[in-house]
């Protein structure tokens, strides 16, 4: 047999002729490569990466430990070639490798529009086979999977810019063309600032909805690739443009276009784009610019409506030359983020008269999205308005709670009705719908989105009947990831509101604060990043997020946005660079370190990390260092910010939040902890070590500013100041245990097993008791059904989290959408390990606690599915645990203990695996007491772990 030896990804490897024509005798046969990805989707088109990462994972049944120990990529330009295991791009041959995520192409360059397939096979063993040659067996090939290039050079785009005369928010642009016969191929790719709906011959292209995704204009556009093949004939053929406004926060720009429809017609290339010869008209809506208290505002004129503006022919209308734009900023790129979809239609509960032509349409819960309401038969000219909000008001000046009185927010919108007056917030979400005179008329949304439960309707001459009024819900299309249930239904109801909740944030390619108000990515943000992560594929989600923080951030100074993507009103001294705030809530501006550690962390992503590591490095190290007095913790400017509407001091409270700087001060040690894993990470140890060093100064520091010793305390006697110096292990060791006495005592008898937290203290919270073992404290905070708490929440039916405990504001918030993590990671107990990134490792370590008898859990990492369940039966628990190929695991059996049993020690012989003593159990590796766990090593493969507990 011919051998040959090349160098691939830097190794080393023994090719050997046959290997892409036969598979070895002996393997697996439901043992394949599955769940093939591509820059984390499934078959994408119009990528532009130049080197694409490619994904796959094993999900059969096989011996236990079973591991990947090689794989073969094939990559062609036609699937035909792939069925003859053959590649004209890229055979990798075998690569001894167990990396199954992240794999970067590595085959001849690639060019625009380029179609590519692929497929893989790999070589496994497992960990019952002691012999590496006798063990290890290639698995039969993957069924083939596909992505297509986008355009990777400016010069590539043979489109123009344009847009439509003067100021059109909503225009319609249209471009006539005939083709010799129909296309072989045909991909349109649409690059737009604001929004855009695609039409071909009178049909709309896709399912998504507001698209594309939000970017910070004035540094990237983004364009979608659509394959639109079967929309196109021999003849005469029209494509369309339904342009909208889009986010944009100052009011003087107008949406522009970039299309470009790539042809291949009998063997040819054929560009049809955007250019002076296309024409446009106003469309029936009209679209306002986003503005604080000011967004969702439209407008439809029915009497504009012509049937069949985007089809051939069409001669109704005034069409004018659209306008070529050349004074653009930015690069453009292809959208990575997955699109907005509608995916759940809700319809009206109930509907209630408020007067003469007026009614309020309930939906039964707060959401994200349109509304779509069939009318009755109106005279031309007729308007309906039709204003959103997200709580109706006890009345128009506040209303009495159990936490209190809860005034009314500003621009509380006011409605008189035969009762006397309603408050409701509504922000100033307002659509106005003008009749044509037709019958079948219908209201929906298309630029714009509302965050409502009801809809106040004026104009409507009839009451809507049951199914003439729907909720349309709009989301980021993010696969679940996650499934948890337990015995307490307070909790499970708690994760269910916590994800619509999330849900309702997510659209556009970034987490919104709230989609009514402000809808700006705010750095509220990052306190849901383990929720969302947990129930929902988020990879290319947070990919693209991190893309705004970088563009966003000045890269001179390191200094950072509160929100991204803001589209900030441009400089005029250089138009790349945005009008920045004077002042930056320091943790907010912190998302730019989190976002691409967590996006490590989750999902191996070293790339992201290495190419975002030196704006992470550059905020804390630069900016905030440049806002403190001679390398201390005394800020000369800036804005602290602390820790955000805490319980009782929120932003109706007129009370300041206490202990703001010792709470940005520890941020700040957080952050440099975050930028040193991350040079752990990317192997820059020096890096690493100077960032600890600056960390430990600033502890000593704090520590000598802020700790109160009489107190054992950290400034006042609130719980998120003790919360973050124990989680940063701030405290010296011989007073650290005083500081966990102290916080015990705050929650459990100054607030009465309350919290007292606010935004990201409540975060931190979790993440400390959580990792402290103190699961019994957050049961206790948890099952709270008074203020402030989340289940006081809902006993106020909420349906969605609000802004603030006590339900000030907005209805539909990020503030407090950190709780769902610890379902998973703290009851649960699945948990990434920071030595094995992308749940290459994972920890299993479960909180067994309370009165809770049973968690039934289940996360689909990036390399496969994860399961923890356990149930508890008097003293005796049972936990059933999968881990995925290719992958191993640290398992953290409770199990009953005494004082000083921690350590390496002798396995507790009350353990048992499957039926039998763990220490007999196949790939079951015992290797510490800790904490009041057993604790053990295994590999891949489904186990039943049995103890007895402590009465």
């Known amino acids: 047999m011919k051998k040959r ?91 001894a490798s167990d990396q199954s995520i992240q794999v970067e192409y590595r085959g001849k360059a690639l060019e625009s529009g380029m179609r590519c397939f692929w497929k893989v096979r790999v070589w496994t063993r497992s960990a019952a086979e002691k012999s590496l040659d006798a063990g290890e067996r290639p698995t039969a090939w993957s069924q083939p999977a596909s992505w297509s290039m986008g355009l990777l050079k400016p010069a590539d785009w043979q489109a123009k810019w344009v847009k439509a005369p003067g100021k059109e928010s909503s225009p319609w642009l249209r471009k006539e063309f005939t083709l010799a016969a129909t296309p072989e191929r045909a991909m349109a790719l649409v690059n737009v600032k604001g929004l855009y709906e695609l039409y071909v011959n009178g049909k709309k292209v896709g399912d998504d909805v507001l698209s594309p995704a939000v970017s910070v204009y004035r540094k990237r556009s983004l364009y979608n690739t659509y394959d639109i093949s079967k929309l196109l004939r021999p003849g005469d053929n029209c494509v369309g443009v339904w342009l909208g406004l889009g986010v944009n926060f100052h009011g003087d720009v107008v949406p522009l276009a970039r299309v470009q429809l790539d042809l291949s017609v009998g063997g040819k290339k054929v560009v049809v784009g955007t250019d002076t010869s296309w024409t446009c008209m106003p469309s029936t809506h009209t679209e306002f610019a986003w503005a604080w208290q000011g967004n969702g505002r439209e407008r439809i004129d029915a009497r504009r409506d012509i049937a069949g503006w985007s089809k051939v022919g069409c001669t109704a209308g005034k069409w004018k030359p659209v306008e070529e734009f050349t004074e653009l900023s930015g690069v453009a790129t292809a959208q990575s983020c997955p699109p907005n979809r509608i995916t759940k239609v809700i319809p009206m509960v109930t509907c209630t008269a408020l007067g003469k032509d007026a009614w309020e349409l309930d939906f039964g819960t707060n959401l994200t999205g349109w509304m779509r309401l069939r009318l009755p038969q109106l005279k031309a000219g007729h308007q309906v308005t039709i204003r959103f909000a997200d709580k109706r008001m006890q009345t128009i000046d506040g209303e009495e709670t159990p936490a209190g009185h809860v005034k009314s927010p500003p621009g509380i919108l006011k409605i008189k009705t035969p009762a006397g007056p309603i408050g409701y917030h509504s922000y100033g979400q307002e659509s106005k719908f003008t009749s044509a005179g037709k019958p079948g008329e219908v209201f929906c949304n298309k630029f714009n989105y509302a965050g409502f439960r009801y809809a106040i309707v004026q104009g409507l001459p009839s009451k809507p009947a049951s199914g003439d009024a729907e909720a349309l819900f709009i989301e980021s299309e993010l696969n679940p990831a996650g499934t948890f249930e337990c015995s307490n239904d307070l909790l499970n109801r708690i994760h269910k509101v916590n994800m619509w909740t999330v ?335 992308g749940f290459k490792k994972i920890i299993i370590k479960p909180g067994v606690v309370g009165d809770l008898t049973w968690v039934k859990c289940g996360y689909d990492s990036i390399h496969g599915k994860i399961v923890s369940n356990w149930k508890r039966e008097g003293s005796k628990l049972t936990m059933d645990v999968t881990i995925p190929i290719n992958t191993t695991a640290t398992v953290y059996v409770p199990v009953a203990s005494k004082p000083g049993e921690d350590g390496p020690g002798k396995d507790r012989a009350g353990v048992t695996e499957s039926g039998k003593p763990a220490a007999k159990a196949e790939g079951v590796k015992f290797l510490r007491m800790e904490k009041g766990a057993a604790v053990y090593g295994v590999g891949s493969g489904t186990y039943r772990f049995g103890s007895a507990l402590n009465d």
């Open 5 to 95: 030896l090349v160098t691939l990804c830097g190794m080393s490897v023994m090719l050997f002729a046959p290997l892409a024509l036969v598979q070895a005798a002996g393997s697996e046969p439901d043992l394949v490569p599955t769940r093939l990805r591509c820059e984390y989707r499934e078959n994408p088109l119009g990528i532009d990466a130049a080197k694409p990462r490619l994904f796959w994972r094993m999900e059969a049944k096989s011996h236990r430990g079973t591991k990947q120990t090689g794989y073969q990529v094939l990559v062609a330009t036609s699937e035909e070639l792939l069925k003859k295991h053959k590649c004209d791009l890229w055979d990798s041959g075998k690569v």
């Open 503 to 837: 849900r309702c944030l997510n659209l556009g390619g970034y987490m919104v604060d709230c989609p009514h108000r402000e809808r700006l990515g705010y750095g509220d943000g990052q306190n849901s990043i383990e929720t969302q992560i947990m129930n929902l594929d988020s990879a290319a989600f947070y990919t693209k997020w991190v893309d705004d923080w970088l563009d966003e951030q000045d890269p001179k100074t390191g200094k950072a946005s509160q929100q991204a993507p803001m589209n900030r009103k441009p400089d005029p001294k250089d138009p790349a660079k945005g009008i920045q705030n004077p002042t930056c809530y320091i943790p907010w501006g912190g998302t730019v370190c989190k976002l691409p550690w967590q996006c490590y962390l989750y999902y191996g992503d070293r790339r992201l990390l290495d190419r975002a590591y030196e704006p992470m490095r550059r905020y804390p190290t630069v900016y905030l260092e440049s806002i403190y007095h001679e390398g201390g913790v005394h800020q000369k400017a800036g804005w602290s910010g602390g820790d955000w509407v805490p319980a009782r001091h929120g932003m109706d409270s007129g009370k300041g939040r206490l202990d703001t700087d010792l709470f940005d001060n520890c941020y700040r040690v957080y952050l440099y902890d975050l930028i040193a894993k991350s040079a752990d990470a990317l192997g820059r140890t020096e890096d690493a070590q100077r960032h600890r060093t600056r960390g430990g100064q600033l502890k000593k520091l704090i520590h000598a500013r802020y700790y109160q010793k009489g107190k054992k305390l950290y400034g006042h006697e609130i719980q998120a100041s003790q919360v973050l110096p124990l989680l940063l292990d701030l405290p010296p060791e011989n007073l650290r245990d005083g500081v966990k006495k102290t916080l015990e005592e705050l929650i459990l008898v100054k607030n009465e097993g309350h919290l007292d937290t606010g935004m990201l203290g409540t975060y931190f919270l979790i993440q400390y008791l959580q990792e402290a073992g103190r699961n019994d404290l957050l049961y206790t905070i948890f099952n709270q059904k008074e203020y402030p708490g989340w289940g006081y929440m809902l006993s106020q039916g909420a349906t969605t989290f609000w802004e603030q405990w006590n339900g000030y504001w907005s209805q539909i918030h990020s503030c407090f959408a950190s709780a769902d993590s610890w379902f998973y990671q703290g009851l649960a107990g699945i948990r990434p390990d920071e030595t094995g990134a």
